[in-house]
């Protein structure tokens, strides 16, 4: 079946640190990934996507590239904020055999960003 | 535009309980998912509905049902709580093209605490 496995958290850095999130993912087709991000409270929004290999996702200063090679998607920003702090969720879509309604998603990351 | 929203916003009840949840998607969504959270993991994909039929399960029991309307908004019912119910339930729109399933946007759930 489908999985992602994202790295372990939680990740605490000083504003204006590197960010980089893991994500490493399995599936039997050709899997859309996307990372999400939940505020404290409240649902999740989608943060950026990408629908197939080398595409890069990017929005906020976050970017993500689809690595078929490798399986991974990791998230990466150059320089975080304070606002930035959240929990992080990779997920994919497989979008073979017509089952590319359901999201899979990896356990979360939680991001603490210090001034 | 109106995002999904979701009611209540939380929820308490007790075992044995029964309790509906409801979701109303983006304007020209046809597609609703819901997806259940236990605090500290990953939404897990309970059902997929579009043009008011199942489209979609996820590995819950029958104790779990959901439906959706002619205006898209859906809901879910939960029968005999248990305590494992507690939860946060997202809510999921997205667009149809063809046979397949655009990205899904998010809800701010329903908190239900089963005590």
């Known amino acids: 079946g489908n999985s992602v496995t994202q790295m372990e958290g939680p990740v605490t850095l000083s504003e204006e640190a590197f960010l980089t999130i893991n994500c490493t993912y399995t599936?039997?087709?050709?899997?859309?990934l996307f990372w999400y991000v939940q505020y404290p409270g409240e649902g999740l929004q989608l943060l950026l996507k990408?629908?197939?290999?080398?595409d890069k996702g990017s929005n906020k200063g976050f970017e993500a590239t689809y690595r078929k090679e490798t399986t991974s998607f990791h998230l990466e920003k150059g320089s975080v904020q304070v606002s930035d702090s959240a929990v992080y969720f990779c997920?994919?879509?497989?979008?073979?055999?017509?089952?590319?309604?359901?999201?899979?998603f990896g356990k979360g990351t939680l991001l603490t960003v210090n001034p | 535009d109106a995002g999904v929203t979701q009611s209540p916003t939380h929820l308490i009840k007790t075992r044995g309980q029964h309790v509906t949840l409801r979701c109303s998607p983006i304007?020209?969504?046809?597609?609703v998912s819901w997806y259940q959270q236990v605090l500290g993991q990953g939404p897990q994909f309970i059902f997929q509905?579009?043009?008011?039929?199942?489209?979609g399960r996820g590995n819950f029991p029958d104790r779990f049902s959901a439906r959706q309307f002619p205006n898209y908004s859906s809901e879910l019912n939960v029968n005999a709580l248990l305590l494992g119910d507690s939860a946060l339930y997202l809510c999921?729109?997205?667009?149809?093209?063809?046979?397949?399933?655009?990205?899904?946007?998010f809800g701010p759930g329903t908190r239900l605490l089963v005590l």
């Open positions: 999921a729109s997205s667009s149809i093209a063809g046979n397949s399933i655009g990205t899904q946007y």
């Open positions: 599936a039997t087709g050709y899997p859309s």
């Open positions: 990408a629908t197939k290999a080398d």
């Open positions: 997920a994919l879509s497989d979008n073979s055999g017509g089952s590319n309604y359901k999201l899979t």
């Open positions: 304007s020209g969504h046809k597609s």
């Open positions: 509905y579009y043009e008011k039929e199942e489209r």
